[in-house]
């Protein structure tokens, strides 16, 4: 296998080979699946992805389950609640039978899951949500595969020790993982992977909440603040369905939170929900400020990283001596706050626990701890709408039930906050088995989304798809959709034998002033990429096939070159493997190739367009500093009338101009021009000087 890279800000695999798959199967199986129909595709590879997502959650679930019997349970003699679909256990309420135990008990499980953590995985640590989104935004081939399994136990052990966190970071990161895998396996298109790594969060998550719509929905919201990934809706309903039914078989299908009995009657209510919705909206501003805050704060802190969970369990079971609420998921006090238990909880402690359970998810998540913000987002929405019904419960209008301020509170807060308010509150819903709610929570979210802005708690969501690293580049240059990769791709330079030691292999690279070079294995096939560098600070004896990037992107040849750019643009590799349908090595294709292959095509586009018009010819002229045009804008009134500015090419960008496009000395300038005004245009953009009267007049000069 190869060696691990640096990870950076987004995991990046560089530890696993295909599985014990032979290449030839999959590379069939590959090639079939680019030829098939979108549905067709998506039925295929989003059932994949829902089975792993049912199954992760499954063992997730029986993990948590042990942990918590463990830690909380056999050390410290305490049985957390459990909601209606989990038991609807109220054994032990608020009471500990060794008090002494709970604060060394959420440190211990903190410090394993650290060590755990910063010594095998460090990208584990956290809310795996938003490590999934970024993967989805900036590698989504790249999701190593130590990370789910290493979720599992850490987010196992800190929550199950009684750590602030939710169920839904580690199964998204599960199957997201694993839609991440199947990218790699099947060589799926930089946009598919994209699409695979999406249905994997939504499917994951639908299905430990038992909520498979509102996971399909949330998959393909969650990336964005201000947009929806329309592409994956179909794939996620697919996946998220089979991991609904996959789960459910195991642990049951009924709702988490049972079934609400409520009846929207009174629209004076709209009036309390929409003050909940306000002030859920700052409750989620403020959740967010004050994770990242102990985010920012911990990883300032003195020490080893690995030690500060256990501290931060410390501190967060101190708390619970006082506010018990606090500890685990909250799932099971959010089920008390729904009916009469809630009347017998202090007024104080419901008032208060919204603020502690986010100081509560910020230690024991923010400090590197494993575990989701999305559950804990609810429960703190839930309890904000209690604490809003004990408070106004005698005014006229109030529902009789708190069940309705605590759902919709729970809608708000995080539906608000997550940029993810359609999927919210079908999840809500679904989760309580009524859609009695959906108008008050519309208005209710709306209001918290006004108060929220563009603040978020997945700090890896960008604003739309716009603003997609690979999209900004696609739209810029659409001619790259129409050409095929074998019009842009070189013979490789330099492919190396895996069995080639990494001294030989440098002395080629070194020879022939190559920076990297593809490497094949015994049949031929392609094996993966080395680099200059990889080799310089890898053991000369070993082999260059234990070192190379295994996981180095690929197209296949009949790709075309906006699949390249989509790999360019996000893995920022600087070439990429042209793979026929046995993934032997068919070409290479560099950034340079692609802005050639592009300019090739323009031009011939360019000229076409020109002899379509009569009278009409096309130029090119680079802007020169002493011309006039430096500066000048394309709605500027110095053009001859009837020229257009077609394009322009600024070093490797290619500018599609608008009317308030400024030239700039430097520019390649692609012009369709009326015949007859070559030499004023010329003389305009390029400074080419004015004629002498002589060169003008001619021979009639003379007379």
């Known amino acids: 296998m190869c060696r691990d890279g640096d990870a950076g800000d987004v995991p990046v695999a560089r ?3 295909l599985p014990a798959v032979p290449s030839r199967v999959l590379g069939a199986a590959s090639a079939r699946l680019r030829r098939t129909g979108y549905l067709r595709k998506w039925i295929v590879l989003g059932t994949l992805i829902g089975i792993v997502a049912g ?80 993967a989805v935004h900036h590698g989504p081939r ?17 929550i199950g020790s009684g750590g602030s966190g939710g169920r839904e970071g580690p199964t998204a990161q599960i199957s997201a993982g694993f839609g991440s895998m199947l990218s790699r396996w099947l060589d799926l298109t930089p946009a598919d992977a994209r699409v695979a790594v999406t249905v994997g969060i939504g499917s994951g998550i639908g299905a430990i909440f038992r909520a498979p719509l509102g996971g399909a929905i949330l998959g393909a919201e969650i990336l964005y603040r201000d947009d929806v990934e329309v592409e994956a809706l179909i794939p996620s309903i697919v996946a998220s369905i089979v991991g609904f039914a996959v789960f459910g078989a195991v642990e049951g299908f009924s709702p988490i939170f049972g079934v609400l009995h409520y009846t929207f009657e009174r629209p004076v209510e709209l009036l309390y929900f929409a003050g909940i919705g306000i002030a859920a909206g700052l409750v989620g501003r403020l959740y967010s400020r004050s994770f990242y805050g102990m985010a920012r704060l911990t990883k300032r802190l003195p020490g080893n990283r690995m030690w500060k969970p256990a501290i931060a369990g410390l501190l967060v079971g101190l708390m619970a001596l006082v506010v018990p609420e606090v500890l685990g998921t909250g799932y099971g006090w959010v089920q008390a706050a729904m009916g009469q238990r809630l009347l017998t909880l202090p007024l104080w402690v419901v008032l208060v626990l919204p603020f502690a359970k986010i100081l509560a998810t910020s230690l024991s998540i923010g400090s590197g701890g494993s575990g989701g913000i999305f559950g804990p987002g609810m429960v703190i929405g839930g309890f904000l ?24 509170g729970m809608i708000a807060c995080f539906g608000s906050i997550a940029h993810a308010p359609i999927a919210v509150m079908l999840m809500v819903a679904e989760m309580t088995g009524s859609l009695q709610l959906l108008a008050p929570a519309m208005v209710a979210v709306g209001l918290a989304a006004l108060v929220v802005g563009d603040a978020t708690i997945y700090t890896s969501q960008i604003k739309n798809r716009n603003e997609s690293p690979a ?17 842009a791709m070189h013979p490789p330079r330099l492919v190396l034998h895996a069995d080639t030691s990494v001294r030989d292999g440098l002395d080629e690279l070194i020879a022939l002033g190559v920076s990297g070079a593809s490497v094949r294995d015994d049949q031929g096939r392609f094996r993966g990429m080395i680099e200059t560098e990889r080799l310089l600070a890898a053991d000369p004896a070993e082999n260059v096939g234990g070192v190379c990037d295994t996981l180095a992107p690929t197209v296949p040849i009949e790709s075309t070159l906006d699949a390249v750019l989509d790999i360019l643009a996000v893995d920022h590799v600087a070439r990429v493997a042209v793979l026929d349908a046995d993934r032997r090595i068919a070409g ?31 130029l090119e002229e680079e802007v020169s500093a002493s011309a006039q045009a430096d500066g000048m804008s394309v709605s500027d009134g110095a053009w001859p009338p ?58 009639d000069a003379l007379i």
């Not at 410290?76 to 002494?100: L, R």
């Not at 999209?471 to 019009?487: D, I, Y």
């Open 142 to 158: 790249g999701i190593r595969a130590r990370v789910s399994a290493l979720k599992i136990v850490a987010s196992a052990l800190t």
């Open 471 to 487: 999209r900004g580049f696609r739209s810029a240059l659409p001619l790259l959709a129409t050409l095929a990769v074998s019009e």
């Open 385 to 408: 709408g209690a604490g809003a019904w004990r408070l106004l419960s005698d005014l006229p209008g109030v529902p009789h039930s708190p069940a309705p301020f605590v759902v919709v």
């Open 642 to 699: 009837g020229t257009v500015v077609i394009a322009i090419q600024r070093g490797d960008e290619r500018i599609f101009p608008e009317s308030d496009t400024v030239l700039v000395a430097g520019d390649v300038v692609s012009i369709l021009a009326p015949a007859g005004k070559e030499e004023q245009l010329r003389r305009l953009v390029a400074g080419e000087p004015e004629p002498e009267p002589d060169e003008v007049a001619g021979d």
């Open 15 to 17: 530890d696993v080979n």
């Open 55 to 134: 199954l992760g959650a499954v063992v997730f679930t029986t993990a948590l389950d042990w942990s918590s019997r463990f830690f909380l349970g056999t050390l410290a003699g305490y049985t957390p609640p459990s909601p209606f679909g989990e038991g609807n256990s109220f054994a032990s309420g608020a009471e500990f039978a060794h008090p002494w135990a709970i604060p060394l008990v959420v440190g211990l499980g903190g410090l394993i899951a650290g060590i755990l953590v910063f010594s095998l995985a460090p990208e584990a640590e956290g809310h795996g949500t938003d490590a999934a989104i970024a």
């Open 588 to 618: 290479i294709v560099s950034a340079s190739d692609l802005i050639r292959a592009y300019r090739r095509s323009l031009q011939g586009s360019l000229e076409r367009l020109g002899s379509t018009f009569r009278g009409a010819t096309l």
